[in-house]
């Protein structure tokens, strides 16, 4: 898997009309957020020491799924772009209230609607999570919300993650 690095880059690209991350000459992240999602267009702007300890972080997390390394790095890579991207309004009247829970930065959580689907908390306030949803989803009014969409819920619409620990990381 890629190692962050001082030389990354973030940058807007006028042509693709995406937020890239420059990795370096011959690979770039290209993420799914357009112009219109952006608070902020970079150019040329270093990736931050707390961007890549959240890299780390955000990694680890996504470990408990088992998923294939590539697209932990893509979920990666597009949860770090979080910060440029606008908020949303609440979309919590989409989701099931899920248990008492206080979900924590970078947890992987549990969204229900008419499916159920795992979301990673970018941030949390008060009473709400922003969260990346890891697949797609529809939700109780039947709209299906596409795979790598941030969303903004109330913290009791959310779940968290239960898993099974494997025999390998006990060991």
């Not at 707390?50 to 890579?77: G, K, N």
């Not at 970018?122 to 299906?144: Q, Y």
């Amino acid at each position: 898997m890629l190692r962050p690095s001082e030389r990354w880059f973030w940058t807007y690209c006028n042509k693709k009309d995406r937020l890239l991350l420059d990795i370096s000459d011959e690979a770039q992240f290209c993420s799914p957020f357009t112009q219109s999602q952006l608070i902020q267009q970079p150019q040329k702007q270093p990736l931050s020491m707390a961007e890549a300890q959240a890299f780390w972080q955000i990694d680890e997390s996504l470990q408990q799924l088992d998923l294939p390394a590539a697209v932990r790095l893509e979920l990666c890579l597009t949860a770090l772009c979080a910060p440029f991207v606008q908020q949303q309004a609440h979309k919590s009247w989409y989701f099931q209230q899920g248990q008492q829970y206080e979900p924590a930065q970078f947890d992987v959580v549990t969204m229900r609607g008419l499916s159920s689907q795992y979301a990673l908390v970018l941030s949390t306030d008060r009473e709400c999570a922003n969260c990346l949803l890891l697949g797609e989803i529809t939700t109780l009014a039947g709209k299906v919300l596409p795979r790598l969409q941030i969303i903004r819920v109330l913290a009791n619409r959310i779940s968290s993650l239960k898993t099974t620990v494997s025999y390998r990381q006990i060991a």
